[in-house]
């Protein structure tokens, strides 16, 4: 008995010690299975532009076109670009003089050893590619990395890091769902083949790289592949940051047949207690009138009119979105969309919902929300996670009939 006994307590330490291991040892991903490539930056490329690249342990340059790879310890590098092209200074060291390299491919890759690069002082993961377009005279600036990890540095830039952790779920599942939807709409178009999936700023999702919220990987590790897909498709989860009570089916301007989830019939007035669920904003006639006069998609529209009589909103569909404003000038009267207004003044006026008028000599501007109020309404579900609701729930909630799905790698 105390033979077999032996046994037992040798084969329970060998487990625990084999457990005791394993619980240290991080699994192993294939990172590589779902791969984004945002774009930093998009500039004139006949211009002398340089830029600083740092990154420990060493540079891997790489010509995609003909995998030719070079390699340096060095832990900083210059390049630049000018006249479509790209340049390498690089030092010779027997006579100590530079040398400029011109790189024969219209594109270069650069990859550190450790995985992080810098380039003008801002940090990123992954690998960097310079591109140039020469029918556009333009270099293109596209960072790649895993979807995971774009989740991640995504998040602080559109929540609060100190949101509770059910409401970093909510945004993970929703970033997360949201670059994969314009990852399959870039490989599904091939007649325009772009070289990124997303942009940096709020055009897709605000993306700033590097930062040391470390404590925001456990949402991501908590909600790991997961995502929303209606009818078997990855749904395109928009959100903004305060819905206004919008009933988002009763707008006129959006087709919703592909993305019919969007088209929530019900209010969302959780967010009512925020400071933007209602606003105000008084223009003086001059700034606004300049605004209008320097857009360039007015071009002359706002040349001899006379003196500003009147403004007012002509046209609003059902949800109570402004769609057409009438400008009254002692010349001529001018209509436009309530779009376009809002996109000349983005930073005064935060959402389609609004009316607007001239007092004496000023505009006032009323309105709801902030954001194009469609999907997930950020300050809508904070609310809901005070209330006690889960992640999956409040999803539900804001994307009506979508399901939950996981990633599959390859």
């Not at 998009?42 to 211009?47: A, D, I, V």
Request: charged share 25%; aromatic share 14%; with cysteine.
């Amino acid at each position: 008995m105390k033979y077999i006994y032996k046994i037992r307590l040798t084969f329970f330490l060998i487990l625990t010690i084999i457990f005791t291991i394993q619980s240290f040892i991080k699994p192993q991903t294939n990172k590589n299975s779902f791969l984004v490539r945002v774009l930093l930056e998009e500039k004139n490329s006949l211009k002398k532009t340089f830029f600083k690249i740092e990154a420990e342990k060493g540079i891997i340059l790489t010509s995609p076109h003909s995998n030719k790879k070079f390699f340096t310890k060095q832990d900083k590098i210059k390049i630049f670009i000018e006249d479509n092209n790209i340049y390498i200074p690089l030092l010779n060291k027997k006579s100590n003089q530079i040398k400029i390299k011109k790189i024969k491919s219209k594109e270069l890759k650069i990859t550190s050893i450790n995985d992080f690069i810098k380039i003008n002082n801002n940090t990123y993961q992954g690998n960097l590619k310079f591109k140039i377009e020469e029918k556009n005279n333009n270099y293109l600036i596209i960072n790649t990395l895993s979807l995971e990890d774009y989740v991640y540095y995504v998040l602080p830039s559109e929540i609060y890091p100190s949101w509770p952790e059910e409401m970093r779920k909510v945004q993970a599942v929703v970033s997360r769902s949201y670059a994969l939807y314009y990852i399959n709409q870039v490989k599904k178009n091939k007649n325009n083949q772009r070289p990124y999936d997303l942009k940096r700023n709020n055009f897709h999702q605000t993306y700033n790289g590097f930062h040391e919220y470390y404590y925001l990987k456990k949402a991501i590790e908590d909600t790991k592949d997961m995502i929303l897909i209606y009818n078997g498709q990855i749904a395109l989860t928009m959100f903004d940051a305060c819905c206004g009570g919008i009933v988002t089916s009763k707008m006129s301007n959006i087709n919703f047949s592909k993305a019919p989830y969007l088209a929530r019939d019900y209010t969302c007035n959780f967010c009512k207690n925020y400071k933007l669920y209602k606003w105000k904003k008084i223009i003086p006639e001059t700034i606004f009138l300049n605004i209008l006069k320097n857009d360039q998609k007015f071009k002359n529209k706002f040349k001899n009119c006379g003196k500003l009589k009147k403004v007012y909103v002509a046209k609003k569909d059902k949800s109570g979105i402004t769609q057409k404003i009438r400008i009254v000038f002692s010349k001529k009267i001018i209509s436009i969309s309530g779009n376009d207004l809002w996109e000349s003044m983005k930073n005064k006026i935060k959402s389609l919902s609004f009316q607007i008028k001239k007092s004496g000599n000023k505009i006032i501007i009323e309105g709801k929300g902030f954001g194009h109020q469609i999907g997930l309404c950020q300050r809508g579900a904070r609310l809901l996670v005070d209330w006690g609701w889960k992640f999956k729930n409040i999803l539900k909630f804001y994307y009506p009939n979508t399901k939950f799905a996981r990633l599959k790698h390859a």
